[in-house]
T-cell receptor, first 114, second 111 residues
Framework: DAGVIQSPRHEVTEMGQEVTLRCKPISGHNSLFWYRQTMMRGLELLIY????????DSGMPEDRFSAKMPNASFSTLKIQPSEPRDSAVYFC????????????FGPGTRLTVL | QQQVKQSPQSLIVQKGGISIINCAYE??????FPWYQQFPGKGPALLIAIRPDVSEKKEGRFTISFNKSAKQFSLHIMDSQPGDSATYFCAASIAGYALNFGKGTSLLVTP
């Protein structure tokens, strides 16, 4: 298995632009997680899907952030409009259903908003 | 609110020494305590985990010590090697739900 796949690996954009990050979970995994990692705040859980349904989005910082999971093999995290403070590494992770404590992380997307 | 507090923030250990990273939690409902290892440019990867019904778990050079009454757990890396240089995250979860991560410890093992 290729593991969790994220794209792009790096994204540089200007303030105000829309950014879309993509994730393909491990085949057969029913749970998907989006995290944001910064030096100041560490790893923060943004949103958690189970069987394509958002279970907990309390970590989404504000309305500029939205996430979707249209099917079991694809999820997006969108930031519109982006701001410099959104600069971070965004990770997607997946796990088997009810095994959220054993998550497999993707390589991350490094986002820089100028 | 950080549910899992991790220390130290950074650690430098000589090759062959013991690296110790500590974590504390408040929520007594947590029932799973993993450690993740992250190399630069990579995502975190599960290293070792423990449940609160045991006080210690060892896998090779890595040992988790767990103190339920003190609500603390720690990672010990014996005979630390330069290849162990990475960021280590402790975490805690309830019944297979989402993980609560500590802020991470950057470990550097010098030759």
């Amino acid at each position: 298995d290729a593991g969790v796949i994220q794209s792009p690996r790096h994204e540089v954009t200007e303030m105000g632009q829309e950014v879309t990050l993509r994730c393909k979970p491990i085949s057969g995994h029913n749970s998907l997680f989006w995290y944001r990692q910064t030096m100041m705040r560490g790893l923060e859980l943004l949103i958690y899907f189970n069987n394509n349904v958002p279970i907990d989005d309390s970590g989404m910082p504000e309305d500029r952030f939205s996430a979707k999971m249209p099917n079991a093999s694809f999820s997006t995290l969108k930031i519109q409009p982006s701001e410099p403070r959104d600069s971070a590494v965004y990770f997607c992770a997946s796990s088997l259903e009810n095994r959220a404590n054993e998550q497999f992380f993707g390589p991350g997307t490094r986002l820089t908003v100028l | 609110q950080q549910q899992v507090k991790q220390s130290p923030q950074s650690l430098i250990v000589q090759k062959g020494g013991i690296s110790i990273i500590n974590c504390a939690y408040e929520n007594t409902a947590f029932d799973y305590f993993p450690w993740y290892q992250q190399f630069p440019g990579k995502g975190p990867a599960l290293l070792i985990a423990i449940r609160p019904d045991v006080s210690e778990k060892k896998e090779g050079r890595f040992t988790i010590s767990f103190n339920k009454s003190a609500k603390q757990f720690s990672l010990h890396i014996m005979d630390s090697q330069p290849g162990d240089s990475a960021t280590y995250f402790c975490a805690a979860s309830i019944a297979g739900y989402a993980l609560n991560f500590g802020k991470g410890t950057s470990l550097l093992v010098t030759p």
